[in-house]
């Protein structure tokens, strides 16, 4: 049979090389290229140990000036990236699964992969496609990559009977899960590209619970954990997420339209101190008096994502195991009768 070749496990645990894909003197105008991007990296690297030496001398002054250090200090960093940025052995490496977050060279391509190559594009697509903003927050500017994944969909095998084995995999912002894939908690996977540690609130909500009393709808809360420290060296996923309000898996009522279930990563301005919700303080939620009450930071960026969920038979084991209550129905109104006052009566 054809032999199919398999792509290397490649990994900062299994390193590669970067080796040309072309050997020297094939394509002349290949070797141009790597020859100036080498030389153009070299010329800034030069610049880099000149303004390095500057601003040290700068900072040694009996009375330096801070502002001109500011400027000094931004221009370095903007250097030291521009001088191994377009080097293809570091833009091999942070493709190929080898990126070191420590490094800024490797943070700075992470993020703009991230921000230029679809990903952020779609997020923000399906939040105002379906109206989370601003039905949950007024606006949004995510600053840190946040992805989610759930076991793959239970698959039974006709011929055994048996299900195939299931493994988390990745989920696409907008599309619809179901409800067997989110009774455990989900895995949460963050790209952060600020160096220092800042403090964030996860929280799960659902906008589209019916509220009956009011004609409209209402939140609830599935998870809330305050106080997540996160820098662009935190492990992923993130650890110790059920510590607080405890994870209540989706459960989209019977009759319903599709549920919107929204996960968002708030930035704090210090620590917070938030009681838990028991089960029954969850619903009625607002994700607005939550971020003016606690002075969240929504507008320094933070994280965001969603997915949907319709009704289906699980549903209703979440009810019966999980929330031990009688599992609500609802229906469209009975539309009015026009002619109830006149019915019974002859016509002429």
């Given at each position: 049979?054809?032999?199919?070749?398999?792509?290397?496990?490649?990994?900062?645990?299994?390193?590669?090389?970067?080796?040309?894909?072309?050997?020297?003197?094939?394509?002349?105008?290949?070797?141009?290229?790597?020859?100036?991007?080498?030389?153009?990296?070299?010329?800034?690297?030069?610049?880099?140990?000149?303004?390095?030496?500057?601003?040290?001398?700068?900072?040694?002054?009996?009375?330096?000036?801070?502002?001109?250090?500011?400027?000094?200090?931004?221009?370095?960093?903007?250097?030291?990236?521009?001088?191994?940025?377009?080097?293809?052995?570091?833009?091999?490496?942070?493709?190929?699964?080898?990126?070191?977050?420590?490094?800024?060279?490797?943070?700075?391509?992470?993020?703009?992969?991230?921000?230029?190559?679809?990903?952020?594009?779609?997020?923000?697509?399906?939040?105002?496609?379906?109206?989370?903003?601003?039905?949950?927050?007024?606006?949004?500017?995510?600053?840190?990559?946040?992805?989610?994944?759930?076991?793959?969909?239970?698959?039974?095998?006709?011929?055994?009977?048996?299900?195939?084995?299931?493994?988390?995999?990745?989920?696409?912002?907008?599309?619809?899960?179901?409800?067997e894939q989110t009774v455990e908690p989900p895995k949460l996977y963050t790209d952060v590209f600020h160096t220092d540690t800042r403090l964030y609130t996860l929280l799960l909500v659902d906008?589209?619970?019916?509220?009956?009393?009011?004609?409209?709808?209402?939140?609830?809360?599935?998870?809330?954990?305050?106080?997540?420290?996160?820098?662009?060296?935190?492990?992923?996923?993130?650890?110790?997420?059920?510590?607080?309000?405890?994870?209540?898996?989706?459960?989209?009522?019977?009759?319903?339209?599709?549920?919107?279930?929204?996960?968002?990563?708030?930035?704090?301005?210090?620590?917070?101190?938030?009681?838990?919700?028991?089960?029954?303080?969850?619903?009625?939620?607002?994700?607005?008096?939550?971020?003016?009450?606690?002075?969240?930071?929504?507008?320094?960026?933070?994280?965001?994502?969603?997915?949907?969920?319709?009704?289906?038979?699980?549903?209703?084991?979440?009810?019966?195991?999980?929330?031990?209550?009688?599992?609500?129905r609802y229906g469209k109104p009975p539309k009015p009768d026009r002619y109830a006052g006149t019915k019974g009566r002859n016509k002429y």
């Open positions: 049979r054809p032999f199919t070749p398999r792509r290397p496990n490649i990994s900062r645990e299994r390193p590669r090389e970067w080796n040309r894909p072309l050997a020297f003197g094939v394509l002349p105008a290949y070797d141009e290229a790597l020859k100036y991007i080498k030389t153009d990296s070299e010329v800034l690297k030069t610049e880099t140990q000149q303004l390095q030496a500057a601003l040290e001398k700068a900072k040694a002054a009996p009375e330096p000036d801070t502002d001109v250090i500011q400027k000094m200090e931004e221009k370095l960093a903007i250097l030291e990236i521009q001088s191994q940025v377009n080097l293809p052995e570091v833009r091999w490496k942070v493709r190929n699964g080898m990126a070191d977050m420590s490094n800024a060279v490797h943070r700075h391509i992470i993020e703009k992969r991230w921000r230029e190559e679809g990903r952020l594009d779609e997020l923000m697509e399906r939040i105002h496609q379906m109206f989370v903003v601003p039905d949950v927050v007024p606006f949004l500017h995510p600053s840190l990559d946040l992805r989610v994944t759930y076991p793959e969909h239970f698959v039974r095998r006709i011929d055994h009977g048996d299900s195939k084995k299931r493994k988390h995999a990745p989920v696409e912002p907008g599309t619809y899960l179901h409800p906008p589209d619970v019916p509220d009956e009393a009011n004609s409209t709808f209402q939140t609830y809360l599935h998870w809330l954990q305050p106080n997540i420290a996160l820098s662009a060296l935190s492990p992923s996923p993130i650890a110790d997420m059920n510590a607080h309000t405890e994870y209540i898996p989706p459960h989209p009522q019977k009759g319903t339209h599709y549920h919107r279930y929204t996960i968002l990563l708030l930035p704090q301005k210090s620590p917070i101190s938030v009681p838990v919700f028991a089960r029954d303080q969850r619903l009625g939620f607002s994700v607005r008096d939550f971020i003016e009450t606690y002075d969240l930071d929504l507008p320094a960026g933070g994280g965001a994502f969603m997915w949907r969920e319709v009704w289906d038979n699980a549903v209703s084991t979440v009810h019966k195991e999980v929330l031990g209550m009688e599992e609500p």
